[in-house]
């Protein structure tokens, strides 16, 4: 069974903070994506890594894929309250999406 | 492009009724669609995946007679939870891909509370 860790767990910041979340894995996946979820509401994705050592830059957000393909992190800069969700990381495992145990971020004014 | 809609969004239900949720892709064909499963505070885990035409493939753990896929054609899956329990309460996603190796676009998922 393929796992995705994600730390933290739990991520309480003030605007402006710069945070790190990362997702760690035993596997390799052929890609890996980032999801936001917002109560009530499925998941949106945010960006999709496939090659190993790629980082992506979506505003103030970077997405890093490991060398291995097997781990992956997400910087956010200067933080806003707009950026508080449920992150969540999923690698590619032939047609099936694994999803990470998820990082609740909340951004305070 | 690539909406996916699920009706309804929310639903409570009696213990031991069923309960039919519908997942749409509106503006494209889904070739195959996801079941997830989301409880309270966690992570979406995948129920089972399911092809038109033919029968869904179950995720160990999740009983086939409990929760019966239908994916009769290529906008519309249905998830129907029969002799629906309070341990059967949870947020239910569906997502829609063109194919096996294609994007995945979310529904917006469907609230389920069993009394």
């Known amino acids: 069974t393929q796992l995705l860790e994600q730390s933290p767990q739990f991520l309480s910041i003030q605007e402006g903070e710069n945070l790190t979340v990362y997702c760690n894995s035993s596997?390799?996946?052929?890609?890996l994506q980032w999801y936001r979820q917002e109560p009530g509401e499925g998941p949106v994705l945010l960006v999709t890594?496939?090659?190993?050592?790629e980082v992506k830059k979506l505003k103030r957000l970077t997405f890093q894929f490991g060398d291995a393909r097997k781990d992956s992190s997400l910087h956010i800069t200067a933080a806003q309250p707009g950026d508080t969700g449920l992150y969540l990381c999923a690698g590619r495992h032939t047609d099936k999406l694994i999803f990470g145990t998820g990082t609740r971020l909340q951004v305070f004014p | 492009g690539a909406v996916v809609s699920q009706h309804p969004s929310w639903v409570i239900c009696k213990s031991g009724t069923s309960v039919k949720i519908e997942c749409r892709s509106l503006d494209f064909q889904a070739t195959t669609m996801f079941w997830y499963r989301q409880f309270p505070k966690q992570s979406l885990m995948l129920m089972a995946t399911?092809?038109?035409?033919?029968?869904?493939?179950?995720e160990q753990g999740v009983e086939k007679d409990k929760f019966l896929i239908n994916h009769a054609s290529l906008t519309l899956s249905t998830l129907t939870v029969t002799s629906a329990h309070p341990e059967d309460s949870s947020f239910y996603i569906c997502?829609?891909?063109?194919?096996?190796?294609?994007?995945?676009?979310f529904g917006p998922g469907t609230r389920l509370t069993v009394t």
């Open positions: 890594v496939v090659t190993g050592g």
């Open positions: 399911s092809n038109e035409g033919s029968k869904a493939t179950y």
């Open positions: 596997s390799v996946f052929s890609s």
């Open positions: 997502s829609a891909s063109q194919g096996r190796s294609y994007e995945q676009y």
